[in-house]
């Protein structure tokens, strides 16, 4: 009942004491603000466009499922089966070469075509608005087609234009303005060019070998249940076990793209916890500060006979009302992003993003903006209940060295363990949150040595003549000095930023030099078996001096590991890709030249045992398998079983043809297939790669050409956009640190201003200080970024060689550009927090000693 009582009693005193505002808790209440929303307003954007995907499902998908065949249509059995289901409508996907009618130019394009009552759901929207055989139809041998904008743009055309595709011609009699079911085909590098199914037939493009992808879409009766909808799913997986086919349901209409947003959201998660966590220590600063300035105040309870523990209770109560109303703040912004978001990203992703609540998202923000505040103000409060009225009566304040109670410390600990659980828990991808959280507290634990390092520094240093400099060197070391703060807030916040950059300066670096430097000039999909040998005495006629290297290709899917079917394996994500969707399968004789064997050995070139293939060797470890395990995998509806003979080291990297998979030649014996060809000619100009694409496309129209060249500036686009985005996000944590410097300048102005007053009394001009402080935190600023270098530096090279398995290089501009924020960022704010601490008059000062 005591207890309670004191409590209450602690509460009324926490209360009259806030009657005179916040002053002070402004960069408390920012720094909690921000961290929340950041982690609030992103996770609920990211649930926003999930709930939008699962809301449009159905148009999304454009149907209620989806069954994917690759390199062949449906059995009269398959098809029978599909249509019984309900109303189906089928499509298929190639990429092709669109060129103009006199073979002046072509363009790459991803060709869709469509039946007659696409799309079951959504609508598709041109310009002009045509009925569909007014759009599709046949005219005088002439098939219609629409296409998107860039496709008009790639070819200088118009509406009303003639093409050609494959054998046929056709008539561009729209452009696309709406296709609905977009999104579930996944990424394409060109542009899209939609026909009739009998427009495509009419091509002469679908070979026995060609790289078709059908599609078909079932609407289910109206009202069908996710029960209903998945039933039909698993009953359609076990009736056909041979079928190979990919399902699809409305639930998962685009898993590329959910994929990536949970990727990108955890990522900007980690961001804003790393904000968050710098923001603590502003937090810190804050709760420092203001205890120093209540230091009366704790001598007054204490000299009435208030225990440490009441007090302890009355500032905490304080500290927990102001990080809630912080709190609330962030979670406000945060509830408020996915309204913002659904008119910013509607041009970036094709996606409805739903406006709306997400309390869920929104709690995790508010128990990590929590439990950070707990973190780093228990160690404060904990010096403050220790501290006797004596001490605080006679001293400037309680700031000093030494650490509290066991039991306040421990209690931080604990917290920040916690926070650091709930962070992986509450993570897609555990161990790269693992990885983000252990590096974050490492980094924090260094930081906190590179200060006191700096410290000990300035210490032992030499007596030096300047007065201004002797000054910054005694004010980096002396007793409540900002080194620490500045060195551990600005410290985080530029680590991240140089990390990030070097990454992306790198991944642009190997896009637009050194990829392009080793990368072949071509690709060649889609050669026929009866056309290889002509096309590669073109292609060498064409580029004597180039150099031609031709692979046999097909598609197919892993169906099973050991075995055991893949939808019910557990493998970790770096390794899930290859299981995900459909991959690239060869057969080849010898060892491919561009790799080499690190386990096993090759099958001899007259081989005729049992199936034997050779596995990539980073991809087989990422999924655990040995020598010996074998992998089934489905080509064109049916299922083969290969035994692993031996693993290889693949350079990825290089751009050449590579497969994770190459089978022995007689796993596929009389499957009828396709070649894929590359063509390095590194001393060819733009001219001459024109003048060999007119000419494949003219003789092979058949043939799918890809310019390695269009392909990298798409990716290199791209890279762009992301790093843009992501190096936007991290400035987050710099803002934060930026709001932790301003917070540790205001906590140590008390200190400031003594020494100020008592070193103008003593003759020292405004000139000197102002020199002074400003080489203070020049020194301070120059030691954190050398450390972000280095801890940046050393993160970059670990993703960049390590995870993506590229060459690494530290990159001097970064460097440079580091320094120059780090001393700006520094010297800037502690100038504007200097200048008003030299105002102040020196006699009130002098009063008070």
């Not at 139809?137 to 904008?149: N, P, Q, T």
């Not at 542009?191 to 992808?213: F, H, I, N």
């Not at 080489?775 to 970059?796: K, R």
Request: hydrophobic share 50%; with cysteine; glycine share 10%.
């Amino acid at each position: 009942m005591r207890t309670k009582e004191t409590l209450k009693l602690a509460i009324r005193f926490s209360l009259r004491e806030m009657r005179g505002g916040f002053s002070g808790f402004l960069i408390f209440l920012t720094c909690i603000a921000l961290g929340v929303a950041a982690i609030g307003g992103v996770n609920s954007v990211a649930r926003s466009i999930t709930a939008g995907v699962a809301n449009e499902g159905q148009s999304l998908l454009g149907g209620d499922l989806r069954f994917q065949l690759n390199q062949r249509e449906a059995s009269t059995e398959e098809g029978a089966y599909l249509k019984g289901l309900g109303t189906l409508s089928e499509s298929a996907n190639m990429r092709s070469m669109a060129r103009l009618e006199d073979g002046s130019d072509q363009s790459l394009a991803e060709v869709k075509a469509i039946d007659g009552i696409y799309p079951l759901f959504g609508a598709l929207v041109t310009e002009p608005a045509l009925s569909r055989d007014a759009l599709f139809g046949e005219k005088d041998g002439v098939f219609g087609a629409a296409a998107s904008d860039l496709l008009f743009e790639r070819l200088g055309i118009k509406i009303g234009s003639r093409i050609m595709l494959g054998t046929a011609t056709f008539e561009l009699r729209a452009k696309i303005i709406t296709e609905p079911d977009a999104v579930s085909e996944g990424f394409g590098f060109a542009p899209r060019l939609m026909v009739s199914l009998d427009g495509l037939r009419a091509s002469g493009l679908v070979q026995p070998g060609s790289l078709v992808e059908y599609a078909y879409k079932v609407r289910l009766a109206d009202g069908s249940s996710e029960a209903a909808v998945n039933a039909v799913r698993d009953e359609a997986t076990e009736k056909f076990p041979q079928a190979g086919w990919s399902i699809r349901t409305r639930t998962n209409a685009a898993p590329a793209l959910s994929s990536n947003i949970e990727r990108f959201s955890q990522f900007l998660t980690l961001v804003g916890l790393t904000a968050l966590v710098v923001g603590g220590v502003g937090v810190a600063n804050a709760v420092r500060a203001y205890l120093d300035g209540k230091r009366g105040v704790i001598a007054t309870f204490k000299s009435l006979g208030a225990s440490g523990g009441f007090v302890f209770t009355v500032y905490l109560v304080q500290i927990l009302i102001i990080a809630g109303i912080g709190i609330v703040i962030g979670l406000v912004v945060g509830a408020l992003m996915p309204f913002a978001a659904s008119a910013a990203l509607s041009s970036v992703i094709p996606v409805p993003a739903e406006g709306g609540i997400y309390p869920g998202a929104l709690a995790m923000a508010a128990l990590f903006g929590l439990l950070v505040t707990l973190a780093f103000a228990l160690l404060p409060l904990g010096r403050a209940r220790d501290v006797p009225a004596t001490a605080l009566f006679r001293e400037m304040g309680f700031g000093g060295g030494g650490l509290p109670r066991r039991i306040y410390v421990l209690g931080a600990l604990g917290i920040a363990a916690l926070l650091a659980l709930l962070a992986i828990w509450f993570s897609g991808d555990r161990r790269i949150a693992a990885i983000f959280v252990g590096a974050t507290i490492f980094a924090f634990i260094v930081l906190r040595s590179v200060g006191v390092g700096v410290q000990w520094l300035a210490r032992k240093s030499p007596r030096l003549r300047s007065t201004a400099l002797r000054l910054a060197v005694g004010n980096i070391h002396r007793p409540g000095a900002l080194t620490p703060s500045v060195v551990l807030s600005l410290g985080l916040g530029l680590t991240l930023l140089v990390t990030l950059a070097l990454i992306d300066g790198n991944l642009r670096q190997q896009i637009a030099g050194s990829l392009p430097k080793q990368a072949p000039n071509f690709f060649f999909v889609d050669i026929q078996s009866t056309d290889v040998d002509a096309f590669s005495a073109l292609v060498e006629k064409e580029a004597p001096e180039g150099k031609l290297v031709r692979v046999p290709m097909l598609r197919g899917r892993v169906m099973a590991l050991n075995g055991v079917d893949v939808q019910k394996l557990t493998v970790p994500p770096a390794g899930a890709w290859v299981l995900r969707g459909d991959r690239g399968l060869t057969y080849a004789k010898n060892q491919p030249e561009n790799s080499t064997l690190s386990a096993g050995t090759w099958w001899p070139e007259d081989y005729s045992g049992e199936p034997l293939v050779s596995f990539a060797a980073e991809e087989a470890g990422e999924l655990g398998l040995k020598l010996g395990d074998t992998v089934t995998v489905n080509v064109l509806g049916r299922n083969v079983t290969a035994k692993i003979a031996n693993f290889r080291e693949v350079q990825w990297e290089s751009m050449g043809i590579n497969f994770v998979m190459v089978f022995s030649p007689n796993t596929f014996a009389g499957a009828p297939h396709s070649w894929l060809a590359t063509l390095l000619t590194p001393n060819a100009d733009s001219a001459e790669e024109t003048r060999l694409l007119n000419a494949v496309t003219r003789a092979f129209p058949a043939v799918t050409t890809v310019r390695v060249k269009d392909a990298l500036e798409v990716v290199n686009r791209i890279v762009g956009q992301l790093g843009t985005a992501i190096r936007a996000a991290a400035s987050v944590a710099l803002i934060a640190s930026v709001l932790v410097l301003a917070g540790a300048l205001a906590a140590g102005n008390r200190a400031r201003v003594h020494d100020a007053v008592v070193l103008k009394t003593l003759g020292a001009t405004r000139r000197t200080l102002i020199a002074a402080f400003s080489l203070e935190y020049m020194l301070i600023g120059l030691a954190t970024a050398v450390f972000a270098l280095a801890a940046g530096g050393v993160a970059a090279w670990f993703v960049v060689a390590r995870i993506m398995t590229l060459p690494s290089s530290f990159l001097p501009e970064v460097a440079v550009a580091t320094i120059l924020i780090a001393l700006t960022v520094t010297v800037g704010i502690g100038l504007i927090g200097t200048w008003r601490v030299l105002g102040h008059k020196a006699a009130p000062v002098l009063r008070n000693l």
